[in-house]
């Protein structure tokens, strides 16, 4: 008990002051990659211009290959270059968004596709617009899965995000580098709780969010009307 | 409630969350001077701690952590204002910062010397001679000059060794390394410059006058990592600072006289750990807090407690 008082005695404040931040990055990274992605997989999934899909797809590919220290060395080095701050929040949200993106991207263009042609047909049969399709079919219907990349987005970035403290921008990262560095338990561990936790609590939230927005379906909406 | 209106709840409170989040941050970055400092210089008893205690200051924005190899850069461009500078990196002189002096003696001598375990200098004595060569060799001057050439002009700290043990007359610049006898010796060091650099003067040593083989293990993660790692036997070498070891590792006051600071580090380590001292190299890398120059003289900061004024009347 004495060591929990003590524990929190040295870094409590510090804990809440990295948590904050580490909230900061990750919320804003994973709101901007999907304002990116989502609609972007949306317009790829629908558009019949494979070539161009391929390249998008591609690309984000690649940035998910490169390790996630070299992508937040090769920002600053590109920012160095034409005269961007380097050093802060900016360059790190840009890593975290560029990071961000694949699963995003991924899983909306794979949950539109998926969706029973036959479905669309009847859609289309029943007189909607290509607007109507999209917003009352394709985008319910793929929910879950675009729901399951924003999930997996969030919980990596809250990884990557531990890294960003190498370039002064703060975070949890900051606790685990000062432990790393002078063998301390404490530090280290009042970084790497917070994280974890974060992690369960943002998913949780994305999960209940995901079930929120989800279509009544009729299972659901006869044990309602039984009820 | 329809979906519709449902996403169009969640995207308002997103978007509310967002805005938040940023006004916050916007908030907090309040006018004063920035500080930058790295992770070790944060958390040691002979870092920021201490000397904000001794010099009864704070700035008015927690001093951001940063990597030792960043900050030189940030503080010449602006983007912060004091730094946690090594005495002996060359950066300080070509990007025009100033050391402030240290007026009320916070920071012991730091003077570089190879550490080598008891055990591994028992089995090879010759590493004592060999390595004592390099005793009173390098001056803050020269060292500064390494340093720089590899941050700066981009040459390969390998190389440097070399032409640097030439010079000084301790290795023949035709000669080859010894032949191998199979034996080896672990040689470690911290993640910036200068241990690099020093690490590779006492590999290429070792390697000329001896038959050991020497593998580098160079850019360990700091301090604490190299030491533990020297303890535990996973390395058999590495350069330390007498400040350092006093402080840092041994926990002990802070005492001014290089060579008492020496003389005890020497004894209590030998004691505690099995660990020896060698001669120190003759440089003295210290902690400063360095700020821009032009900065500096405008708000009439030279000293540490210049800038312990400054920042109280804020």
Redesign the interface.
């Known amino acids: 008990m004495t060591t929990l008082i003590a524990f929190f005695d040295k870094l409590g404040p510090e804990m809440l002051?990295r948590t904050y931040e580490h909230?900061?990055l990750t919320?804003?990274a994973v709101?901007i990659a999907t304002a990116i992605a989502l609609p972007l997989g949306v317009f790829l999934a629908r558009s019949s211009w494979t070539r161009f899909t391929n390249v998008v797809m591609g690309a984000a590919g690649i940035i998910q290959t490169v390790p996630s220290l070299a992508l937040i060395a090769f920002i600053?080095l590109l920012f160095a270059l034409i005269a961007l701050?380097?050093?802060?929040?900016f360059p790190a949200l840009v890593a975290l968004v560029l990071y961000g993106l694949l699963p995003i991207l991924r899983n909306t263009y794979t949950g539109i596709r998926q969706v029973d042609p036959s479905v669309l047909d009847v859609a289309t049969g029943m007189g909607m617009t290509p607007h109507q399709v999209l917003?009352q079919v394709e985008l319910?219907l793929s929910l879950p899965v675009i729901m399951a990349g924003i999930r997996i987005s969030t919980v990596w970035t809250i990884g990557v995000a531990t890294l960003c403290?190498?370039?002064?921008a703060?975070g949890l990262g900051?606790l685990i580098?000062?432990g790393?560095?002078?063998?301390?338990m404490d530090?280290l561990i009042a970084g790497t709780v917070p994280a974890g936790l974060l992690a369960i609590l943002f998913d949780t939230i994305l999960a209940w969010?995901e079930r929120?927005?989800s279509?009544v379906t009729l299972s659901e909406a006869s044990g309602e009307a039984s009820a | 409630m329809s979906?519709?209106r449902?996403?169009a709840i969640?995207l308002a409170v997103?978007m509310l969350?967002?805005l938040l989040?940023?006004l916050?941050?916007r908030g907090a970055s309040e006018k004063g001077l920035k500080a930058?400092f790295?992770?070790?210089f944060?958390?040691?008893p002979d870092g920021y701690m201490g000397l904000s205690e001794l010099y009864g200051f704070e700035f008015s924005r927690?001093p951001?952590?940063?990597?030792p190899g960043?900050m030189y850069?940030?503080v010449a461009d602006g983007?912060?204002d004091v730094i946690d500078g090594f005495a002996t990196d060359g950066r300080i002189a070509a990007y025009d910062l100033l050391v402030l002096q240290d007026d009320k003696g916070f920071f012991p001598p730091y003077y570089a010397a190879p550490l080598v375990r008891a055990e591994i200098l028992k089995k090879n004595p010759e590493i004592e001679s060999v390595l004592n060569r390099l005793a009173g060799r390098i001056s803050n001057d020269e060292m500064r000059d390494l340093n720089y050439r590899v941050d700066e002009k981009g040459e390969k700290a390998a190389k440097l060794a070399r032409e640097f043990l030439v010079q000084e007359g301790l290795i023949d610049e035709n000669g080859e390394p010894r032949t191998r006898s199979g034996q080896s010796i672990r040689i470690g060091g911290k993640q910036f410059t200068e241990q690099e650099v020093l690490g590779e003067i006492m590999a290429s040593l070792i390697e000329y006058n001896t038959d050991l083989q020497v593998v580098r293990k160079l850019n360990l993660?700091?301090?604490?990592?190299c030491f533990?790692a020297l303890k535990a036997g996973d390395l058999d070498l590495y350069p330390e600072y007498t400040g350092t070891g006093l402080v840092n590792i041994l926990k002990e006051e802070v005492l001014k006289d290089p060579q008492e600071v020496f003389e005890k580090v020497r004894r209590e380590f030998m004691e505690q750990y099995s660990l020896v001292w060698l001669e120190p190299l003759g440089f003295n890398n210290t902690y400063t807090l360095t700020m821009r120059k032009k900065q500096a003289r405008e708000l009439g900061i030279r000293t540490i407690s210049d800038l312990a004024k400054h920042l109280r009347r804020k």
């Open positions: 002051q909230v900061y919320f804003l709101v600053v701050p380097t050093l802060g929040a917003f319910p403290g190498l370039i002064g703060g900051d580098i000062k790393l560095r002078s063998i301390q530090y969010l929120w927005l279509p | 979906i519709r449902r996403t969640l997103v969350a967002a989040l940023v916050l941050q930058a790295d992770a070790e944060l958390t040691r927690d951001m952590q940063m990597d960043l850069k940030a983007a912060v993660g700091g301090t604490m990592i533990t």
